[in-house]
């Protein structure tokens, strides 16, 4: 949906993501901790492209708690 541009549809998959994430009752490996980076950078470049910047603001931040080296977090 993002390469479609189709942004609002997309960051409502990565939303999905980031709660089926939080369903695993804190079961936080590393690969999961990866995944929700992922999701959350993603979710804010689909913010950004929405306007909607204090959301993206928000999701680069919980990235970045999580991973304070998430290059893409830092430059969105």
């Not at 995944?35 to 993206?56: F, G, P, R, S, W």
Request: charged fraction near 25%.
């Amino acid at each position: 949906m993002f390469k479609e541009k189709r942004y609002a549809d997309a960051a409502e998959c990565y939303r999905d993501g980031l709660n089926v994430c939080d369903s695993l009752n804190g079961d936080d490996t590393v690969d999961i901790i990866n995944v929700k980076v992922a999701l959350n950078q993603n979710l804010a470049m689909c913010l950004n492209y929405t306007e909607d910047y204090d959301e993206a603001i928000y999701h680069c931040g919980l990235a970045l708690a999580l991973k304070p080296d998430a290059a893409k977090a830092m430059f969105i």
